[in-house]
């Protein structure tokens, strides 16, 4: 494989005035950046593409070590090294930093030939690497990951847990680097939150190695020494914020502010490189971003999953254990093949239903412990590694509490199967802090994300079975209690052995012409049993299941529509769910009728789950009083 690991420190020390001028061209140009730090760590990072081993014209080989830039500000670096490295041309990476349609955004994203992964939000990049480094083990490949943080991004709590979970896991081919350059945004670190970096890192297990990061020949013993080491490295680098340019060093100003068209005259002669500032300008007014923009390739599993065969249930379960039972079988179905399933676990194995899979597959189990943030931005970066990676927490937890690390696996393109049970206020006596009443909200504001609410067991086994092969995000909810099996007219189960699932189709479990409803999750049973004691009573309605609530289809809601009502029920906020989304989809598509939307008005509190639905309006009894009321209108 190629790399950059001939040459001599003298070259490098070239290569470090080129990327030197080149930080503080662009961001000069683009009026905005952050150079300091780009400065401070641009020697280590040339270093270390000295002596990886990729390959430019093939950034994606399996083989290849990678390296995470989890201070994503530092981006200008990051692109001069990559651009002397090799990746592309380092003049474009200069005219187009910070422009829109350009790839080279202020923080480094996945886009970028040789860019790992899309880091911005301090304190994750960790984690990142610990499912990369992961992802060697599982896949048999031999291969090194690299870290690189800033010394005040430490203050973060993430870092912790991806430390012990290194640790735990024996990551030893996972270094971590640090750019120990003492300032952050409001001055020195140890006054703005005073910490004992390397105690901290010791205590947890980590080799630490201290070095100067601006002297190559200690950086390349302490690289060699990582590599050769039984347990996890810290490098901590000791430098210089703005090295190079003595107005600029040591200023913590500089971690985010450009320099003036002036000072880059003054600071580039004394770099004693040339300004090619009027060039810049040049190339960035005749820039034209790509029709189609630009998303980090998908390579595929090596080999399909299988589904398997479907499991048919008679008796009333919960779905979190058709889905436990489902992951599990998956596993045995699959056992030796060349794409591994893993299942992550934060502590919540009985609960979630993942103790049959960790029983059936036990070296593909990931027990995080109650660390969810790390398990989150962990799992994403596992599941871009040819693993079908899946996650298994409490709603409240696996969504609401990390939403933040979810967003940044969706901007990461990343492949990750999310298990949210304990929705809604089907928790019951854990309370309004455990009941999770907001996740469709919540994933309509993720881009990339698929929402799948299956409506009973069988269903919950079509849909994990369906998952096993698709790539992208998707997220698959389900309540706490045990559901009814849904039943067609004739009392057999709707979703039977035939059943085939599709995204994005809804299905109607009865047909009827004086209102429709329209329901998703838990509530399923309820309001099909509300459904058929009206039909008793001689009010035929309409009931359609909505599993895809994030995708509803204009021809179903035109036909709900033309019987002049339209119900939605949800055991979610009704302000952000299932019925302001209908409400939207009706007004685009320039559709007319009452809707009446039944859901969670406020927090619930404490009680069965029976209770509080019926405390909600959402059980059967309530339901048929709340159509009839709103019939007789």
Known sequence: MANGSTGSFSDLQNKAGLARAAILSMTTLAQSGHPGGSMSSIDFLLALYHVLRYNPQQPFQPERDRLVVSNGHISPGVYSALALS??????????????????????????????????????????????????????????????????????????????????????????????????????????????????????????????????????????????????????????????????????????????????????????????????????REKFKPPANGVKPAFNGWKCELQPGRPVLYEKSTDNRGAWGAAIADLAETNAGQCTPIAVVDCDLQTSVKTAAFAQATPDRFIQCGIMEQHAAVMSGALSVCGIQTFWADFGMFGLDEVYNMQRLNDINHTNLKVVLTHVGLDVGEDGKTHQCVDYIGLLRNLFGFRLLCPADPNQTDRVIRWLINKPGNYVVAMGRSKLPILRDEDGLPYYKMDYGFEYGKADILRVGTHGSIFVTGTPAGDALAAVDSLREEGVFLQLVYVSSPLSISAGILETAANTGIIFSIEDHNIHSGLGSIIADRMVEEGLACRLVKLGVASYAGSGSSDALYKKAGLDASSIVSRVKSELEK
Request: overall charge negative; charged content about 20%.
């Open 86 to 283: 090799g990746y592309f041309e380092l003049d474009s990476a200069i005219s187009q930093f910070r422009l829109a349609g350009s790839v080279f955004e202020g923080h480094i994203e996945r886009e970028v030939p040789g860019v790992e992964w899309s880091t911005g939000n301090l304190g994750q990049g960790l984690s990142a690497g610990c499912g990369m480094a992961l992802a060697a083990r599982i896949n048999a490949l031999d291969y090194h990951v690299f870290v690189l943080m800033g010394d005040g991004e430490q203050q973060k709590g993430q870092i912790s847990e991806a430390r012990r979970f290194a640790v735990k896991y024996g990551l030893n081919k996972l270094t971590a680097i640090i750019d120990y350059n003492g300032l952050q945004i409001s001055g020195n670190i140890k006054e703005v939150m005073p910490q004992n970096i390397r105690q901290n890192w010791e205590s947890d297990g980590w080799q630490v190695l201290e070095i100067d990061g601006h002297d190559f020949a200690q950086i390349f013993s302490a690289l060699g020494s990582a590599r050769k080491a039984d347990r996890p490295v810290l490098i901590l680098m000791r430098t210089v914020m703005g090295k190079g340019v003595p107005f600029m060093e040591n200023q913590a100003k500089y971690h985010g502010s450009a320099l003036s068209e002036e000072q880059l005259d003054e600071a580039l002669k004394i770099l004693q490189q040339p300004n090619r500032l009027s060039e810049y300008k040049k190339l």
